[in-house]
């Protein structure tokens, strides 16, 4: 059990050990409890596919998997995700071999300035495996926690279908 | 955020005794609704106490009904088979709410804990009597197209945010509590109270006290229920007005119903009237007119939301519609 209590006097409680095995491998982390898995992620390990856009749960760039579950980073603390598998965009693919979803992004112009991108790509890879790819709009219901503020959601919703069908 | 500690708790009992024993420590499962206090100021816990791993996640089926563990994530119920074919209501109360991401984090029991979306209550800058009483209500004279249309106070005009309280008012559910001297069971009518001169007050629990289950009766109205939720845009957004409605219809009479409204008021709303309106009547196009009348007949919009109501009687009359044609 992991225990860290503040001192008396209210004293900044200590750093917590976290281990996570992220895109595969295990790593370990010394964090403050406050610290959130996509803060962790961004800024202890590197990973700085996943965005901080809202960071409050509202926007969806900060999309990552959990036990290949589609949860968005910022609002989960590290320490929460103890001994858990966190797959970030920089797991799915490479630019020399990308993801069939990302080759699929680029083929339909699936983005504009690109922000929002590795949240939509993880939460689409999540969503086809999840079975919700049946239609445009089943997509769009599905895709509904990632927003895109350059509205480049008919590319979106395009590669969705594409790359739902290519790996079916 | 500022500072503070983190103790994953090894029961539901520990958690309890940890949370109920130091003022300044609260429950955290999903994380999803206090995480988003925490970096508003809204919330400055000293310590937070994990209940996401304590095994309180089942969703057990029996004769009598349904028992939802607290700690069941919303995609889960949602997804399983039983709620969908027989409580139709719940599992699509859950799907209108937050987003794909948040259900698969989010738990059911704090889901019924959430706070008001108020934005003037979100931004400590603002005075807020729920924040800080006596300061004050901005929405009442500012911008309070959300706000409530229906048993709203003088000091507050704040909506709850809760899909899955609403269809839970409908399906006549109880909420499973423990706190440090036992377990106790709440209607979830009594769950949520009425206004009073403290709009701080939003649930039945002491300090300390964990949701840790959800009992919805089978009954016979749950499998002819149905929820609509009228928003700003096609997803992911709080509900304008939402309606949870079970109808029980026998020998093609309406013998019993019950018909609540989201988005409306500071808890989940029951109208009775429209739910008596129904009553040894067909569930065809003249009860049905009553009923969407008598659900807003007490309604008292503040200027700028007087379109909740119209809203409010057609979203009834399209749920008792729909549930009609299913039969």
Known sequence: ?168 | MRPFGYVRAESPEAAAALVAGDLSAAFVGGGTEILNWLKDGLADPALLVDVGRLGLDAVEVSDGGLRLGSGARMSDVARDRHVRAEFPVLARALEAGASPQLRNMATLGGNLLQRTRCAYFREPSFPCNKRVPGTGCPARDGDHAMHAILGASDACVAVHPSDLAVALLALDARVEVLGVHGRREVAIEDFYPHAGDDPRRETALRHGELVVGIGVPSGPRARTSGYLKVRERGSFAFALVSVAAAVEVVEGVVRSARIALGGVAHRPWRVRAAEDALLGRPLADGSVADAAEAAVRDADPLPGNRYKVAIARGAVRRVLEEIGERG
Not at chain 1, 105 to 125: I, K, L, N, W
């Open chain 1, 1 to 168: 059990m992991i225990e860290v209590v503040p001192s008396e006097g209210g004293v900044v409680p200590a750093a917590v050990e976290v281990g996570l095995v992220v895109n595969g491998e295990a790593r370990r982390l010394v964090v403050e409890p406050r610290v959130t898995l996509l803060d962790a992620l961004r800024e202890r390990l590197g990973l700085t596919g996943a965005k901080k856009g809202c960071d409050h749960g509202e926007c969806g760039a900060c999309t990552v998997l959990v036990d290949d579950r589609r949860i968005y980073s910022c609002t989960t603390l590290a320490v929460m995700q103890e001994g858990r598998r966190v797959t970030t965009v920089e797991g799915l693919g490479t630019p020399e071999s990308p993801h069939p979803v990302q080759a699929a992004f680029v083929e339909h112009d699936g983005m504009q300035c690109g922000m929002c991108t590795p949240g939509q790509v993880v939460s689409a890879v999540a969503l086809i495996a999840e079975g919700h790819a049946g239609s445009e709009d089943e997509i769009r219901e599905w895709m509904s926690g990632n927003l895109c503020r350059c509205a480049a959601y008919p590319g979106i919703v395009a590669a969705v279908r594409a790359a739902a069908g290519g790996a079916s």
